[in-house]
């Protein structure tokens, strides 16, 4: 569990968000252009934009492409899964399909529909069978917020340069822990044990892309785990809608063991076709809509984002 949490989109990007609310633990060179004390307000925006995209994830569907690898440099993947993922109010609900994001096998595609769409029901309807998933899942989304919010004092930020992609200008900094930093709880204590860089578009107010490392074992699970010195991450955000932006890739290359066995996370992640379904009264109605069509399984052109 810690090690998803971990690995999960939220407590990746949360290490670079919160550390700089203020302004005032940015070190800028005074030959760079200066970004963190000329916006002391730049960081705080970056922090309530990312809330907002987080609180996205849940209104909206993607086409999730997943690479597993043995070895990180492996030049083709041992597996690929593609999934339809859909907010289902208390997670997400991952539906496979084929490598062109249309049903491969049309029963179990329909039949994988019909269940998610049993559950929404449940929810809309305010069914007691939910009660305790839902109360589950708020309080994952509020240790998620105060995940973000623990990490104001956690890291040091050093800007580097300006760096293009595409149209757009990043400026990078270098991420480190804050040594003055007291962390709160074994989540919390992992942020002593990573370093990276961040890309910030400052137009925008949003974090593009995050890189780390891990610097030291980190215990994981109640410490009867462990994510091994040397393990990477990082992740790559654009805008897909005015406003808003999402993943459209991730990698994780993480070494460990788990109790007295080892294990090996190589993943590659790649997220499109963002679609909004909405929250769950209009997502039940969107699935009921879709079950009735005879091309099942293939969303609305006018409504999917690349």
Do not use: C
């Not at 992640?269 to 091309?295: H, W």
Request: avoid cysteine; proline fraction near 7%; aromatic fraction near 10%.
């Amino acid at each position: 569990m810690m090690l998803r949490r971990f690995s999960g989109s939220t407590a990746v990007l949360s290490l670079a968000l919160a550390a700089n609310a203020a302004g005032g633990q940015s070190i800028v060179p005074d030959s760079a252009p200066t970004i963190g004390p000329a916006k002391p307000g730049l960081f705080e925006r970056i922090i309530s934009n990312q809330k907002k995209d987080e609180a996205a994830l849940e209104l909206y569907e993607r086409i999730e492409r997943v690479e597993t690898r043995k070895n990180p440099n492996d030049p083709a993947p041992a597996s690929v899964k593609t999934a339809r993922v859909i907010p289902s109010g208390t997670g997400m609900d991952r539906i496979a399909v084929g490598p062109d994001g249309q049903p491969a096998d049309a029963a179990a595609y329909r039949a994988s529909l019909e269940k998610l769409e049993q559950a929404l029901a449940l929810i809309v309807n305010d069914s007691r069978s939910q009660h305790d998933a839902l109360e589950k899942y708020a309080k994952k989304r509020k240790d998620r917020n105060d995940l973000i919010d623990a990490t104001r004092n956690a890291f040091l930020f050093t800007y580097l340069a300006d760096e293009p992609r595409g149209d757009r200008v990043l400026a990078k900094y270098k991420m480190d822990p804050n040594p003055a930093f007291k962390p709160t709880s074994r989540f919390t204590a992992i942020y002593a044990k990573v370093h990276g860089f961040v890309w910030v578009d400052q137009a925008a107010g949003e974090l593009a892309r995050i890189e780390g490392d891990v610097t030291e074992d980190m215990a994981i699970g109640l410490f009867l785990g462990k994510i091994y010195k040397g393990s990477h991450f990082m992740q790559e955000r654009y805008e897909v809608l005015p406003g808003l932006w999402l993943a459209s890739f991730s990698q994780y290359d993480f070494d460990g063991r788990k109790l007295f066995s080892s294990f090996a996370i190589h993943e590659r992640s790649f997220y499109s076709n963002y679609r909004y379904i909405g929250p769950p009264i209009e997502a039940l109605e969107a699935l009921r809509k879709e079950l009735g069509r005879a091309d099942l399984g293939k969303p609305s052109p006018t409504t999917a984002v690349p």
